[in-house]
């Protein structure tokens, strides 16, 4: 079992930048692709960024491209989201979430955070 915890979520300024941080616990060797997800009041929870075991295949949603970060520490078993001009519609709850050997979940994720909220103002 893989235990996640994001932190660095907060208030911000419209152009404003964010650090958010996930640390993975447990079996942390079972895991393979990590990844953000966001999800807005009202609305689905939505694909953000995704970087592969090794760091060498990074994904990232349109909608942030050029503007979000994506990083991995496996040693210290720890992922970050590195978010630049930020938007008003940036706000949401941040989730990291863990693809874990032998597992499947929402898409493919089987390892989710609780979730850390970032609201953007203008």
């Known amino acids: 079992q893989v235990q996640l915890v994001e932190s660095g979520g907060g208030l911000a300024q419209a152009g404003d930048s964010l650090t958010l941080s996930c640390a993975a616990s447990?079996?942390?060797?079972?895991?393979?692709?990590m990844a953000w997800f966001r999800q807005a009041a009202g609305k689905e929870r939505d694909f953000v960024a995704s970087?592969?075991?090794?760091?060498?295949?990074?994904v990232y949603a349109d909608s942030v491209k050029g503007r979000f970060t994506i990083s991995r520490d496996n040693p210290k078993n720890t992922m970050a989201l590195r978010m630049n001009s930020l938007q008003p519609e940036d706000t949401a709850v941040y989730y990291c979430?863990?693809?874990?050997?032998?597992?499947?979940?929402?898409?493919?994720?089987?390892?989710w955070g609780r979730g850390t909220q970032v609201t953007v103002f203008s």
């Open positions: 979430a863990a693809q874990v050997g032998g597992t499947t979940g929402y898409a493919g994720y089987s390892s």
């Open positions: 447990g079996r942390t060797f079972t895991v393979f692709r």
């Open positions: 970087i592969s075991r090794s760091g060498g295949e990074i």
